[in-house]
């Protein structure tokens, strides 16, 4: 893959991941949508179907990984680096243009807006225990990176593209068991880049964008990726 390519392949993934991840949680937040309200499961599965779509569009072009702390992942247990710069590239722009494309969605929504809507681009702990949120968001990218790494241990899997489906359920699972504490992250720029946003944006009373907090779904994923690189070199 050129870097032209990863670049490309990165940004339309991790667009997409946040337009429609960030969207299921626009539309059961905002008072005037008609999701407003549906919950825990429908942000679930919102999420893990924004994976599974991103990741089958951009697959071809990069390799989906939409997520820095899978590229970090994968780097640790192939030990090549060169490609990762680009990567990073394309998913920050990318995480930051599916955000903006959320508030266009939903502008009449948000300009009727009459609370704090960072949770609708970002991550927050229900209990802010820095030392907590921090090892919640290392466990919830343990158990993603470490899944997506042994996929490949199944001959075909990939290829079959049975691999996108099994991550995007992953996704939900990882929603449903560990999601509760913090909002799960998983992944920096899926927090950095909507934050960003969030803190530009002329949102009428959008409240704090909490920088204050915003290390912890950056660092949190990035250790859990690399240590998931480390397992699977020691175990596999």
Same mark, same amino acid.
């Given at each position: 893959?050129?870097?032209?390519?990863?670049?490309?392949?990165?940004?339309?993934?991790?667009a997409?991941?946040?337009?429609?991840?960030?969207? *299921?949680?626009?539309?059961?937040?905002?008072?005037k949508?008609?999701?407003?309200?549906?919950?825990? *499961?429908?942000?679930?599965?919102?999420?893990?179907?924004?994976?599974?779509?991103?990741?089958?569009?951009?697959?071809?072009?990069? /390799?989906?990984?939409?997520?820095?702390?899978?590229?970090?992942?994968?780097?640790?247990?192939?030990? &090549?680096?060169?490609h990762?710069?680009?990567?990073?590239?394309?998913?920050? *722009?990318?995480?930051?243009?599916?955000?903006?494309?959320?508030?266009?969605?939903?502008?009449? &929504?948000? &300009?009727?807006?009459?609370?704090?809507?960072? /949770?609708i681009?970002?991550?927050?702990?229900?209990?802010?225990?820095?030392?907590?949120?921090?090892?919640t968001?290392?466990? /919830?990218?343990?158990?993603?990176?470490?899944?997506?790494?042994?996929?490949?241990l199944?001959?075909?899997?990939g290829?079959?593209?049975?691999?996108?489906?099994?991550?995007?359920?992953? *996704?939900?699972?990882i929603?449903?068991?560990?999601?509760?504490?913090?909002?799960?992250?998983?992944?920096?720029?899926?927090?950095?880049?909507?934050?960003i946003?969030?803190?530009?944006?002329?949102?009428?009373?959008?409240g704090?964008?909490?920088?204050?907090?915003?290390?912890?779904?950056v660092?949190?994923?990035?250790?859990g990726?690399?240590?998931?690189?480390?397992?699977?070199?020691?175990?596999?």
């Amino acid at each position: 893959m050129s870097n032209g390519h990863i670049f490309v392949g990165e940004l339309i993934g991790t667009a997409l991941l946040i337009l429609l991840g960030g969207g *299921v949680c626009a539309a059961v937040t905002l008072k005037k949508s008609k999701a407003h309200g549906a919950g825990w *499961v429908a942000i679930a599965f919102g999420w893990g179907f924004a994976v599974m779509i991103a990741a089958y569009v951009s697959s071809s072009l990069s /390799g989906a990984h939409l997520n820095p702390a899978v590229t970090l992942a994968i780097a640790v247990k192939t030990g &090549q680096w060169s490609h990762v710069p680009v990567y990073l590239a394309g998913q920050i *722009v990318g995480a930051m243009l599916g955000a903006f494309l959320v508030w266009i969605t939903y502008l009449g &929504q948000f &300009q009727a807006n009459e609370e704090p809507t960072l /949770g609708i681009f970002s991550t927050g702990p229900e209990i802010r225990n820095p030392v907590q949120n921090l090892v919640t968001e290392i466990i /919830g990218t343990l158990v993603l990176c470490i899944m997506i790494l042994t996929e490949g241990l199944t001959p075909g899997l990939g290829l079959s593209g049975m691999g996108v489906l099994i991550t995007a359920l992953a *996704v939900v699972g990882i929603g449903f068991s560990l999601g509760g504490p913090t909002g799960y992250a998983i992944n920096p720029v899926r927090d950095l880049g909507p934050r960003i946003v969030h803190s530009l944006l002329p949102i009428p009373n959008k409240g704090s964008s909490d920088w204050s907090y915003a290390w912890i779904p950056v660092a949190g994923p990035l250790i859990g990726g690399a240590l998931a690189g480390l397992l699977y070199n020691v175990a596999f």
